[in-house]
């Protein structure tokens, strides 16, 4: 097989994978969220960070990718799944930067003192970091007033966080 075959195969199977993850994705409730001790919503069914989906995807190619079992990374009891060997090195070396902020919990819930996790097809990057939302309006109010949003979630995340998986 040539390499230009086995690429668009790869594609190809990536982008089925993420047809079958997305609709996994949409039918699950977001009860089956829990948190762990760093206060990341991982799905309490599967142990996977933000349902499957690659966090490295959201920079480099600008949209949602859901990862694969080839190329999982276990980090400090989670685990997280990339599209390529390539994705699962860069955030091995900057979890920081790739991981959701406040643990994949959405930022206007946190900036009304609750707790909900985002869903990983909901989302932005804005400075930098990941955010994810529960919901299509969720995430215009924080498009609409971004700098607000991020200033009252920061503030009320600590209080928020302890609260996160009780």
């Not at 309490?44 to 190619?61: H, K």
Request: aromatic share 12%; proline share 5%; hydrophobic share 45%.
């Amino acid at each position: 097989m040539t390499a230009a075959r086995q690429q668009r195969k790869r594609s190809l199977l990536c982008g089925l994978s993420f047809g079958m993850a997305l609709v996994w994705a949409i039918s699950q409730p977001f009860s089956l969220w829990a948190a762990t001790d760093s206060q990341l919503a991982v799905n309490s069914n599967t142990g996977l960070a933000i349902s499957g989906f690659d966090p490295v995807a959201y920079f480099a190619e600008g949209k949602a990718r859901f990862g694969q079992a080839e190329f999982e990374l276990n980090l400090d009891g989670v685990v997280w799944r990339f599209c390529n060997e390539g994705n699962r090195g860069a955030f091995a070396i900057h979890p920081e930067v790739y991981t959701p902020r406040f643990g994949g919990n959405d930022p206007v819930a946190i900036g009304h003192g609750r707790s909900v996790p985002g869903h990983p097809l909901i989302w932005a990057v804005i400075g930098q970091r990941l955010y994810l939302f529960y919901s299509e309006k969720s995430r215009a109010a924080f498009l609409a007033d971004t700098g607000r949003v991020i200033d009252t979630a920061e503030r009320k995340w600590p209080e928020v966080a302890r609260g996160v998986g009780e």
